[in-house]
DNA sequence: GTCTATACAGCGATAGAC
DNA sequence: GTCTATCGCTGTATAGAC
């Protein structure tokens, strides 16, 4: 492990932990054992510290993306959101102090918003995949299947602001994985129900 | 208006527009054109203003009860849940940079929480009462009504956090009671979806 | 109540020796 | 690469005059 790399997992868990606004480079330096010189030498600039781990982040759930191939199989949905919560989990100070940082780094608010984009067209292909292959109820409204697609992503986005206010649970991210998914359930015809309820 | 009022307001104006951590008491006192020693003489504290800026906002909250006669209407329910939400987006900076207050002062995370556990059992009540009028369709299992009692917890509690992902709305507090409550209708008889959805 | 002045701590960041 | 020392700035809080 490279000193750069050091810095980068002590400062993501202080960021964690205590939040980045109170998280000074004297206190990463320290718990890691090292000067608060040597530390800029490093990396000049706190932000710069900040830009370096959403870079990591952006890379990992790259990495992780399960829909080259398009299989849209429920299966595959929800592995492929355990995958990103997963992930977001690793990196929650992004998510949970999200307006301390952009109002840091407007740049990260930025593509944050880009990425989530790119999720809904995303759940909005599936929906429509779904619809198309006729497994929702026919009293569901156009309207109300475009709300379904808002609330996924309502749910995406906001899980870990919710964490505190909802009962806890051992694997959070697999809990919210299930959780987000159940949304669909109401909006299935019965048959169709009973088979997602199974794999939840 | 008293001097502590004044500083209140301004404080809460400069919170939520710039972020509980970066607004100094030189910044208050000097956007009112005070001294920072005379903001001081009021309130000897940051930590202070906020808490007495939360007390405020919890005697706004407890004035808007509406449920004090247990009518349980649905444009009851909307309409209160209205209030609440206009009263969360004047405070909106408890909402939006939550970690950073409970942070700060842990007192307000621990009211907060039991503030929505409150909202959560009011909510399992009204729950309760309307599968008992038989308005729910008999497909949804126990386990899916209580999810709805989550998901509904999950949305008063993130609407302040998801709202620069979705899509802005001019009138955001009427929106997101509307977004809310619209989580309702696929778990209702027919009948009475669409009765719900002319109220939306 | 309101002001000015000031003490003090902690922050980000740099300089220079090794 | 790593250290120590230090600068400049900003934020909180207090003291004392009016």
Do not use: C
Request: charge should be neutral.
């Amino acid at each position: 492990m490279t000193t750069k790399q050091k810095i980068l997992a002590k400062a993501l868990d202080l960021f964690n932990t205590d939040g980045v606004e109170s998280v000074t480079t004297r206190h990463i330096a320290k718990s890691i054992g090292m000067s608060q010189g040597n530390l800029h030498y490093h990396y000049p600039t706190k932000n710069v510290v900040v830009k370096a781990l959403f870079e990591q982040f952006l890379t990992e759930v790259q990495n992780a993306e399960r829909f080259k191939d398009n299989n849209f199989a429920k299966e595959q949905v929800i592995g492929s959101m355990k995958d990103n919560f997963e992930i977001m989990f690793r990196y929650r100070f992004f998510f949970k102090d999200n307006e301390v940082v952009w109002r840091r780094l407007p740049e990260i608010k930025k593509t944050t918003l880009e990425l989530f984009n790119l999720k809904k067209t995303q759940i909005l292909q599936i929906i429509t995949l779904y619809k198309n292959q006729g497994i929702f109820r026919e009293q569901i409204s156009e309207n109300q299947v475009l709300f379904l697609a808002e609330q996924f992503i309502f749910s995406i986005t906001s899980w870990l602001s919710a964490k505190e206010y909802l009962d806890q649970e051992s694997d959070i991210s697999e809990y919210y994985a299930r959780f987000t998914f159940r949304i669909w359930l109401p909006y299935l015809k019965e048959e169709e129900m009973r088979k997602w309820e199974e794999v939840l």
